[in-house]
């Protein structure tokens, strides 16, 4: 999954960012409403974790520019506004969660995942391929015996990206967005082996190699 941080508190950011990188997450750090509104720009984010009160502006006007776009990118609002009345703001303008600083790192997890069963729910469908049932929203895949197949976050990521556009053709470079943040070292061949490792569990056949342009879940995928 790929996170953006909107946040200018350079010590909880860094924490932020760190927890959040070590679950497997690509977190890009934005520390302005100009840095975040660019990043929006130029790349799809899966979360945002986002301050309502930065140096030049309000998250909240983020955030309702996000909804007024029909952006329904998942947000967690983090904030020390503590106010019932700035939560009610928050949550009216389109935000799926609210947490209130100093965050614990423990429930900021939590509540991510929360909020990605909801997303997923929503977005990703259930199902099979080659008898492997897949249930992206609970992060969970069984084989045809009932045995658990256990995916790295990683290895989700590239499923999650593959099966968001189930009948369309996923660039290496789309899946190397869900897969870093900005600035990281990406690996010539690192997309080739995820899409390796996915289908030694899956599969062969579950995801096809369009040569030159990308992948795809197979078209037996029901």
């Known amino acids: 999954m790929r996170v953006l941080l909107v946040e200018d508190d350079e010590m909880l950011g860094d924490a932020v960012k760190t927890h959040v990188d070590r679950q497997g997450h690509a977190v890009d750090w934005a520390h302005s409403c100009n840095e975040a509104e660019a990043s929006l720009e130029v790349a799809t984010y899966d979360l945002m974790l986002l301050d309502l009160r930065l140096p030049d502006g309000s998250g909240l006007d983020i955030l309702k520019a996000l ?61 099979t391929i080659g008898g492997i049932a897949i249930y992206p929203s609970e992060r969970r895949l069984t084989a045809e015996n009932g045995e658990e197949i256990l995916l790295s976050s990683r290895e989700w990521a590239v499923l999650d990206r593959l099966i968001a556009r189930k009948r369309a053709i996923v660039s290496k470079a789309q899946i190397e967005e869900a897969l870093y943040a900005f600035g990281a070292e990406v690996e010539s061949n690192t997309v080739e082996v995820y899409v390796s490792r996915l289908r030694r569990k899956l599969g062969r056949e579950a995801i096809e190699t369009v040569r030159g342009v990308g992948y795809r879940i197979s078209a037996d995928a029901i």
């Open 67 to 127: 909804r007024a776009r029909r952006n329904e990118m998942p947000v967690i609002i983090m904030t020390a506004h503590d106010q019932v009345s700035d939560r009610i703001a928050g949550l009216n303008a389109g935000a799926d969660d609210y947490l209130v600083k100093p965050v614990d790192l423990g429930e900021l997890q939590a509540r991510i995942h929360a909020v990605s069963r909801r997303y997923g729910t929503h977005k990703l469908p259930d199902l």
